[in-house]
Antibody, heavy 116, light 109 residues
Framework: EVQVVESGGGLVKPGGSLRLSCAAS????????MNWVRQAPGKGLEWVGR??????????DFAAPVRDRFTISRDDSKNTLYLQMDSLKTEDTAVYYC???????WGQGTLVTVSS | QAVVTQEPSLTVSPGGTVTLTCGSS?????????VYWFQQKPGQAPRTLIY???NKYSWTPARFSASLLGGKAALTLSGAQPEDEAEYYC?????????FGGGTKLTVL
């Protein structure tokens, strides 16, 4: 079955850090360009960032609000995508999803709450 | 940064046809923007309906179609069903950056 499962969310204080994971299965993860997307409570979808496949360079791009604070990496041996979030702000509170072209049914996401 | 614009809300009658559009502040939306369309129902994760502007997945109901029309990306629903009531988002790729539209709340009434 083609699926992704996000994990690692939780409650963190402003200025803190958190690492999210996205475990993929059912497709050739190593060839996939992977995105992180978030959705603040009651709001629309917001693109966070993307990592290319390693054969295509493995480079990353980020949305302006998270650039210089967030890092995306991947471990193709584990079929897992990561989102390292540093210097967290209250406005980063959201459900975080991973998304790729290969998966039509998204995972349920993982909730990150940044609050003192 | 580019802004992607969608109708905030639309209403369609059951069995009717409606077109949702997705425009870009940078100008004409082309195949090079690799537009995606997503459906999200309340309390659920999104599902991907369309990729690369016009392509459907095996699960995408036949009543949905996508095109590039009048400088915008468009998602047309022909023969609306009550279960199509949802929020619809488009997603546009630019050089190095991707941007979601604000979403269209589609009511089937």
């Amino acid at each position: 079955e083609v699926q992704v499962v996000e994990s690692g969310g939780g409650l963190v204080k402003p200025g803190g850090s958190l690492r999210l994971s996205c475990a993929a299965s059912g497709f050739t993860f190593s060839n996939a360009w992977m995105n992180w997307v978030r959705q603040a409570p009651g709001k629309g979808l917001e693109w966070v960032g993307r990592i290319k496949s390693k054969p295509e360079g493995g480079t990353t791009d980020f949305a302006a609000p998270v650039r210089d604070r967030f890092t995306i990496s991947r471990d193709d041996s584990k079929n897992t995508l990561y989102l390292q979030m540093d210097s967290l702000k209250t406005e980063d509170t959201a459900v975080y999803y991973c998304f790729t072209k290969e998966v039509t049914v998204w995972g349920q996401g993982t909730l990150v709450t940044v609050s003192s | 940064q580019a802004v992607v614009t969608q109708e905030p809300s639309l209403t369609v009658s059951p069995g009717g046809t409606v077109t949702l559009t997705c425009g870009s502040s940078t100008g004409t939306v082309t195949t090079g923007h690799y537009v995606y369309w997503f459906q999200q129902k309340p309390g659920q994760a999104p599902r991907t309906l369309i990729y690369d502007s016009i392509n459907k997945y095996s699960w995408t109901p036949a009543r949905f179609s996508a095109s590039l029309l009048g400088g915008k990306a468009a998602l047309t629903l022909s023969g609306a069903q009550p279960e199509d009531e949802a929020e619809y988002y488009c997603f546009v790729s630019y050089s190095g950056v991707r941007v979601f539209g604000g979403g269209t709340k589609l009511t089937v009434l």
